[in-house]
């Protein structure tokens, strides 16, 4: 059984960092590209970033790109998103995401087969 589980958010200043935690385990961690999302209240699923299941490609959404970094560790089976510089429009339930084994970062939501539960940040201004 897959199960990915996200952890990090929190309440933070505008002008803040954060850094999520996403673990995963049911898979064989290291052949699964990974993305992560967000979403906020009566919006659409955003795509923040996504990485290769090597770590060697990384492709950022427009709003985030510059600010958020996304890194993975296969050996502990985690992947992270370093978020710099939060605004207010950051606020959202961010949420990982896997791909099947050997496939390649896409930007749809529907691309991915399997999800976290989510973890909220909220930034204040």
């Known amino acids: 059984q897959v199960q990915l589980v996200e952890s990090g958010g929190g309440l933070v200043q505008a002008g803040g960092s954060l850094r999520l935690s996403c673990v995963a385990s049911g898979l064989t961690f290291g052949t699964n590209s990974v993305g992560w999302f967000r979403q906020a209240p009566g919006k659409e699923r955003e795509f923040v970033a996504g990485?290769?299941?090597?770590?060697?490609?990384?492709y950022y959404g427009d709003s985030v790109r510059g600010r958020f970094t996304i890194s993975r560790d296969n050996a502990g089976n985690t992947v992270y998103l370093q978020m710099n510089s939060l605004k207010p429009e950051d606020t959202a339930g961010y949420y990982c995401?896997?791909?099947?084994?050997?496939?390649?970062?896409?930007?749809?939501?529907?691309?991915?087969?399997?999800w976290g539960q989510g973890t909220q940040v909220t930034v204040s201004s």
């Open positions: 990485i290769s299941w090597s770590g060697g490609n990384t």
């Open positions: 995401a896997a791909r099947r084994t050997l496939q390649r970062i896409a930007v749809g939501a529907e691309e991915y087969s399997y």
